[in-house]
């Protein structure tokens, strides 16, 4: 859980700084003095979450028979919503200073709190305040329809279960994917992308026979905290907690979190559930539908599938990426992001040393060459060490220098980001040295 006034963490700070300075993260309209935890990604940021995204795409969806994608409408039908209970229970309770008006989760204040931590002002009474942010369908605001932005995207997933099975030639245990945006109006934001009011969801609801829920839990448990690592996220900072039992939701029989160690503490990077029949037993009864699985093997029995749920945050898996890869080399003076190649936004850089005497001309030769294949970056202008400084600020495992050799033997010094060290390598190796060195990292990634 966050701290109710967020604290000052120096490496948040150093992150915060280097995601604004380098391009991968900026406040959401700041030129009209920004909007209070909502964040626009930049040119680099938006590489390192579309990396995330494809990577927990092919893991869970491409390298697995039976799971399927789907991408369902941020617009749900309001009884949707209903159903899954966010109408009824998906508040947080919150007090309001009566001097500031400043609004604070009442569970997330140091018990019996009456005054208002920023102004000493009294606190009112706690109310439950619901989460879901509401808008209007339809042309005229008198007409429309009060609906909701979906505060996750796993609901999508339960009001298709039908459409999916029945056009699809599954059997249990299968699970559905989708990942894509939810929206949460948070009573307390802070730390950055980790809370905020509109961020990106990776879930998976597998269905499975009654009773096999636990062993699927186990599984899955294994699987997220393991892609976690294959991220190339420090092992001893990641954890898995169970949650007891007066945190789990009533139909819920078990839970855990994964956890990572941001500077601020251990906190929820993904929740693994078992929901048991929950969602569709309740889509059933309010749709009137029937979502049942048909198992032919057992003469045509209607099962309602268990469910074990895997719910991701993309933001928060990002901001684990660059909390966990910074690193000041103070031996040689530079920032470093040390990204694992299958997530740097930029897997090669390509300098020509000099601006002059064909150099230009055969480095972009050799960035139009590859950047189909490797997303590359080009860059002539500063010295070469500004540049190599800006490529570890960004993360970019290598860089390749065109120089006066190449000319005279076409060899060209590759530089890896972490180690420092400098190979010489043959023009035409370029393709195949980084295939091995890139695909060899990211086939672990299956
Ligand atoms: P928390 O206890 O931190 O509020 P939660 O238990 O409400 O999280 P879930 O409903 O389980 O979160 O959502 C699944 C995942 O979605 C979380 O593990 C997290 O990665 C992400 N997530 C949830 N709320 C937010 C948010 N406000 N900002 C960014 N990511 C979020």
Known sequence: MTPVKPMSYPLMEKVVALCRRRGFIFQSSEIYGGINAVYDYGPLGVELKRNVKDLWWRNMVTARENILGMDAAILMHPKVWEASGHVDNFHDPMVECQKCHRRYRWDQLPGETSTCPECQGELGKPRQFNLMFKTFLGSTEEGAQEIYLRPETAQGIFVNFDNVVSSNRVKLPFGIAQLGKAFRNEITTGNFIFRTREFEQMEMEFFVRPGENAQWL??????????????????????????????????????????????????????????????????????????????????????????????????????????????????????????????????????????KAGMPNVARKLYDDIHFKFPAFYDDGGSIGKRYRRQDEAGTPFCITIDHQTLEDRTVTLRDRDSLEQIRISLNQVDSVLTDKLESLIQRNK
């Open 218 to 355: 186990e599984y899955w448990v294994h699987e997220r905290l393991n892609w976690f690592k294959l991220l190339g996220i420090s092992p001893q900072k990641l954890r898995l907690r169970a949650h007891t039992k007066d945190e789990l939701a009533h139909y819920s029989q078990a839970c855990y979190d994964v956890e990572y160690e941001f500077p601020f503490g251990f906190s929820e990077l993904e929740g693994i559930a078992d929901r048991g029949t929950y969602d569709l037993t309740q889509h059933m009864a309010l749709s009137g539908k029937k979502l049942y699985y048909i198992d032919q093997e057992a003469r045509g029995e209607k099962i309602v599938p268990a469910v074990v749920e895997t719910s991701a945050g993309v933001d928060r898996t990002v901001l684990t990426l660059l909390t966990d890869s910074y690193w000041e080399d103070k031996e040689n003076d530079r920032i470093v992001l040390r990204f694992h190649p299958a997530v740097a936004p930029i897997k090669v850089a390509i300098f020509p040393l000099f601006n």
